[in-house]
T-cell receptor, first 116, second 109 residues
Framework: EPEVTQTPSHQVTQMGQEVILRCVPISNHLYFYWYRQILGQKVEFLVSFYNNEISEKSEIFDDQFSVERPDGSNFTLKIRSTKLEDSAMYFC??????????????FGSGTRLTVV | KQEVTQIPAALSVPEGENLVLNCSFTDSAIYNLQWFRQDPGKGLTSLLLIQSSQREQTSGRLNASLDKSSGRSTLYIAASQPGDSATYLCAVADYKLSFGAGTTVTVRA
């Protein structure tokens, strides 16, 4: 079964440093998303991406964050100047149809980001 | 703003019992509802997807119902096994997925 692949599985970074989280969505999916889950809290939406543009973003997704599809397979989330409160599990997801309306979303296994 | 609530927050049952997990949401204008399983520290595994026009969806021992007008979904797991121990998340889709906090299930052998 096709998978969404995320790397690394765990990243530790110093406060103030930049991190890039990487994702390889399912190959025939056109819509890509980032979600995050702070320990003990709900999974929350960050951003959706289609056709090399952000489609929607949440209030969490401020200027500290950016997304990019640098080539035909990768989808990245960059966090500039990380803060302690950015520590969370970050999930990449993809869908074949807009907003997962027909077939739902497929999630990756996540990157656990720890900011120290 | 869509709010998703899952009750109960935790459930512990002996092996073989049936499980009933509840999910409610505030805005019925959704595309679909998806149930996920999450093991500790792991990713989200999709279990069932119910379109907004459907009432029910089944996969093996799992059955999910949807009553969109009342903003409710129920996940039934028949004949529970210790391997079913995990957190089960309900998520409703409008322009994004909105997740509940989950029900943590423990099945005792």
């Amino acid at each position: 079964e096709p998978e969404v692949t995320q790397t690394p599985s765990h990243q530790v970074t110093q406060m103030g440093q930049e991190v890039i989280l990487r994702c390889v969505p399912i190959s025939n999916h056109l819509y890509f998303y980032w979600y995050r889950q702070i320990l003990g809290q709900k999974v929350e939406f960050l951003v959706s991406f289609y056709n090399n543009e952000i489609s929607e973003k949440s209030e969490i997704f401020d200027d500290q964050f950016s997304v990019e599809r640098p080539d035909g397979s990768n989808f990245t989330l960059k966090i500039r100047s990380t803060k302690l409160e950015d520590s969370a599990m970050y999930f990449c997801a993809s869908s074949e149809v807009h907003r997962g309306s027909l077939y739902g979303y497929t999630f990756g296994s996540g990157t656990r980001l720890t900011v120290v | 703003k869509q709010e998703v609530t899952q009750i109960p927050a935790a459930l512990s049952v002996p092996e073989g019992e049936n499980l009933v997990l509840n999910c409610s949401f505030t805005d019925s204008a959704i595309y679909n509802l998806q149930w996920f399983r999450q093991d500790p520290g792991k990713g989200l595994t999709s279990l069932l997807l119910i379109q907004s026009s459907q009432r029910e969806q089944t996969s093996g021992r799992l059955n999910a119902s949807l009553d969109k007008s009342s903003g409710r979904s129920t996940l039934y797991i028949a004949a529970s096994q210790p391997g079913d121990s995990a957190t089960y998340l309900c998520a409703v889709a409008d322009y994004k997925l909105s997740f509940g906090a989950g029900t943590t299930v423990t099945v005792r052998a």
